[in-house]
């Protein structure tokens, strides 16, 4: 198995073939003057099971566009299996129609992974996993849930209450506190579909006076997760955390949460950020591992 690590995700991937001992692919990679990628792998892939690490984040387009390249141009040099680790996979919250005439762009992405060429999909806490059942290729979704809770843990937040800021994440939060061993919670949210804003509506659980992390998939803006906290501590929690597995980190999205009465914002490298304290690495590596081990 060669890994290439895709130009958006250059240290996570080097992370994963460094825990498996293997070889890695470098790819040169510009953007002409008018805006197109260029893509070029300085490795062998003819015969070989590749895996591409690209996540696609912001600029979400070119990081898709770059996949797209590097799975194609991987399959065209001879490679005999593409496999590519997408942690966070772009277009995901569009999973459906949710007014007349949209496009449904997550099906539209997943089309183009295998038209690219890649044979296998591996995400992380991608936003709805039953969208995954439409892909034509295998794929699969794993859960930083665990790696984010450890993280707490070892930091002295065990009994700490894993919350989610809506019903979306409930299996994350009941994840994440099997770990913490301080239950769980979380928040009724609803959305404008014409304005996107929320409102959130109540919470499951009594928060007052104690520790609590916010656990999300994504934090976009901001809003969500501020607001959440606002509500947590309004009730009297004693501190709140705010963790999140993609930290897409749109404008003043930090300053957000933290004016709202956060202590910290963690987040993992599924895009990298300067709240990025986690590694996905050892999760990706662990499964790639397990599927190559036969
Ligand atoms: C939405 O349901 C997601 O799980 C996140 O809560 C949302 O995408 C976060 O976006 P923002 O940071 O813009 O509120």
Redesign the pocket.
């Known amino acids: 198995m060669k890994v290439i690590p895709g130009p958006s995700s250059i240290q996570l991937g080097n992370k994963i073939a460094e825990i498996l001992g293997v070889e890695t692919v470098a790819v040169v990679h510009k953007k002409f003057p008018d805006g197109e990628s260029y893509i070029r792998l300085e490795g062998e892939v003819k015969g070989e099971e590749v895996v591409i690490v690209q996540s696609t984040g912001p600029p979400q387009d070119t990081n898709l566009i770059q996949l797209f390249l590097l799975a194609d141009a991987a399959k065209d040099l001879g490679a005999k299996h593409v496999s590519a680790i997408v942690p966070y996979l772009a277009y995901s919250?569009q999973d459906k129609r949710f007014l007349p005439g949209e496009a449904v762009s997550i099906q539209t992405i997943g089309k183009l992974l295998k038209a690219s060429g890649i044979d296998e999909l591996i995400t992380v806490d991608i936003?709805q996993e039953k969208v995954l059942e439409s892909f034509e290729i295998p794929a699969k979704n794993l859960s930083a849930a665990e790696l984010l809770a450890d993280h707490f843990k070892s930091r002295g937040l065990a009994g700490a209450l894993a919350l989610a800021?809506?019903e979306?994440?409930i299996e994350f939060v009941k994840e994440a506190s099997r770990v913490l061993g301080g239950g769980y919670g979380w928040l009724r949210k609803e959305?404008d579909r014409y304005t996107g804003k929320?409102r959130i509506k109540e919470a499951t659980v009594d928060v007052s006076g104690r520790e609590v992390i916010v656990f999300?998939?994504?934090?976009?803006?901001?809003?969500?997760?501020?607001?959440a906290i606002k509500i947590f501590k309004e009730q009297g929690a004693r501190r709140v955390f705010a963790a999140c597995v993609h930290p897409?980190l749109?404008g003043n999205?930090k300053e957000k949460i933290l004016q709202s009465g956060a202590e910290e914002i963690v987040g993992t490298d599924s895009v990298p950020s300067d709240i990025t304290v986690v590694s996905l690495a050892p999760l990706l590596a662990k499964a790639l591992a397990e599927k190559f081990k036969g």
């Open positions: 919250r936003h800021p809506d979306g994440r959305r929320i999300d998939d994504i934090i976009s803006t901001g809003g969500t997760m501020a607001d897409l749109i999205a």
